[in-house]
């Protein structure tokens, strides 16, 4: 199959609308992250999705809705606490759980759950789609399973080609994380997933929301807590190097590669870290600058661009062909909850100080 990268113009949208309602796929950018779309009430479209992914069918699909659209359609009650959430973040980069309305929803979207996961986003090229189209679009992250979210047009095609018709281009990703995923059919809201909108923004409007407690295990690994959004299990994001994600300082990265190099020359190592933490690591030892390979996220004091950074970094790692890297974990404050959470879902090694 030919895949087609096209810019959003009432062409490229035409062509997507015919595309999904053959039961097709098509790519298309969010603010958060590029999303495999399938018109969501077309048993053959979803099917496409999980194979061109390589998914397991028990991950659900999120349902991407314009503004204005009926709600009822897709939800058969909207929970207490959603109306003040969707008023202040829709359209935007959050996720809501819902009851699903079985009349509508194919099993098949839902991984036979009983509720749906429904998004408005904001992005203007999305929104386009959405728009043109009418339809509902159900939509996962558009990487092969297993790799970092897709941030530009040329990580769908990385990914995706041969396997979709087309894929159509906004641009970068704004924001760079999936959406905040918010669960409201239990007695208790929880943020299944964090992304952009932070938990202290959702606590504004909803002060009893807390985080699922597999989300808040970062910090220390345990197995026994079962996340419960169904893609949350999975390791994910994985470049094919050994990754260590560390609480310790520059000086000792700047040691563990000196140490490595010595005892593997010819491995390819390196460092996903900021600004700030790479300099330190040179001050440590000059060296390295021509040794080991720095892949930037940028200045730790804007983890906003550090989140839109991180996927597309750790694709550099691989085309670097990096067999052995460090990162650089960061505060779990702000959008850092996000960031830490795909780290730590990437990381072969979680070191804590
Ligand atoms: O930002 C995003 O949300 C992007 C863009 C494309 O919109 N989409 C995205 O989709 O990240 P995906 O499929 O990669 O992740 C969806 C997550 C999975 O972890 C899935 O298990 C969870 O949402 N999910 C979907 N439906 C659910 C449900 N009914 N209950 C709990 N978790 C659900
Ligand atoms: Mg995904």
Redesign the pocket.
């Known amino acids: 199959m030919n895949t087609e990268i096209m810019p959003i113009t009432p062409e490229s949208l035409e062509k997507a609308k015919n595309l999904l309602l053959e039961g097709q796929v098509v790519a298309?950018p969010?603010?958060?992250?590029?999303?495999?779309?399938a018109y969501a009430y077309s048993e053959e479209g979803i099917q496409r999705i999980y194979e061109a992914k390589g998914?397991p069918s028990d991950?659900?699909?999120?349902v991407?809705i314009a503004p204005g659209f009926d709600l009822s359609a897709i939800a058969r009650e909207v929970p207490a606490g959603a109306d003040a959430l969707m008023a202040r973040f829709w359209p935007g980069?959050m996720?809501l759980?819902m009851p699903?309305n079985r009349e509508t929803i194919p099993d098949s979207?839902?991984?036979a759950?009983?509720?749906?996961?429904i998004?408005m986003?904001s992005d203007p090229s999305?929104m386009a789609l959405l728009r043109y189209t009418g339809m509902p679009i159900v939509?996962?992250?558009?990487?092969t399973s297993g790799r970092p979210?897709p941030t530009s047009a040329q990580h769908v095609y990385e990914d995706m080609k041969g396997r979709i018709p087309l894929i159509l281009d906004g641009g970068s990703c704004q924001?760079g994380?999936?959406?905040t995923?918010v669960?409201l059919?239990e007695e208790k809201p929880l943020v299944?997933?964090p992304?952009g909108i932070t938990l202290e923004m959702l606590r504004e409007f909803l002060p009893e929301v807390d985080l699922d407690p597999a989300v808040k295990a970062v910090r220390s690994v345990d197995a026994s807590i079962v996340?419960?959004?169904?893609?949350?299990k999975?390791r994910h994001y994985a470049p094919k190097g050994y990754l260590i994600l560390t609480q310790e300082g520059p000086q000792d990265v700047a040691r563990h590669l000196e140490e490595d190099l010595q005892k593997k020359p010819e491995d390819r190592v390196g460092a996903i870290v900021s600004e700030e933490f790479w300099r330190e690591m040179l001050e440590a030892s000059p060296s390295l600058e021509s040794r080991a390979v720095w892949i930037s996220l940028g200045s730790r004091s804007d983890m906003e661009s550090v989140a839109q950074r991180l996927f597309a970094a750790l694709r550099q790692a691989d085309e670097t062909g990096l067999t052995r890297l460090y990162g650089e974990a960061f505060s779990r404050e702000g959008v850092g909850e996000a960031v830490m959470n795909r780290f730590r879902k990437a990381a072969s090694e979680w070191r804590e100080i």
């Not at 969010?30 to 779309?37: D, I, R, S």
């Not at 759950?113 to 996961?117: F, G, I, K, P, R």
């Not at 939509?139 to 990487?143: G, V």
């Not at 996340?227 to 949350?232: E, L, N």
């Open positions: 298309f969010t603010e958060t992250v590029y999303g495999l779309g998914r991950n659900p699909l999120i991407h980069p996720t759980i699903k979207v839902t991984a759950l009983d509720t749906v996961a998004r986003p999305a939509a996962p992250s558009a990487n979210s924001v994380v999936e959406s995923i669960d059919t299944l997933r992304g996340p419960k959004a169904p893609g949350m999975y």
